[in-house]
């Protein structure tokens, strides 16, 4: 089955992580191709901004290899693309 036809439970399982960090990083790998292409960036100029391959951006906004790509790293990249951060904490349901 290809990648993309999993659900994100099935992606949780698969990776070994809850399903709350598999939709965080997708939502953040979301975010990252949305603002590099608002910012009229290619891959290649955002790779060499954050010092990594086109490849590596390209997987990174595809979303392949999400448990191996950490909090860290989506917000480092956020960070050169001008964002900023706040944490917030969530009162339980």
């Known amino acids: ?40 960036l290619s891959q290649q100029d955002l790779a060499k901004k954050v010092g ?7 997987q990174i906004e595809s979303g392949v290899g999400t448990a191996k790509v ?4 989506l917000l480092n990249i956020l960070a050169i693309l001008g964002f900023g951060f706040k944490i917030v904490t969530k009162k339980a349901a």
């Open 52 to 58: 990594v391959t086109q490849g590596r951006i390209a």
């Open 1 to 40: 089955m290809a990648w993309k036809e999993l659900s994100i439970e099935e992606v949780a399982e698969s990776l070994g992580v809850s399903t709350d960090e598999v939709r965080a990083k997708q939502a953040l790998m979301r975010l990252i191709a949305k603002a590099r292409k608002e910012q009229e």
């Open 70 to 73: 950490s909090f860290d790293v």
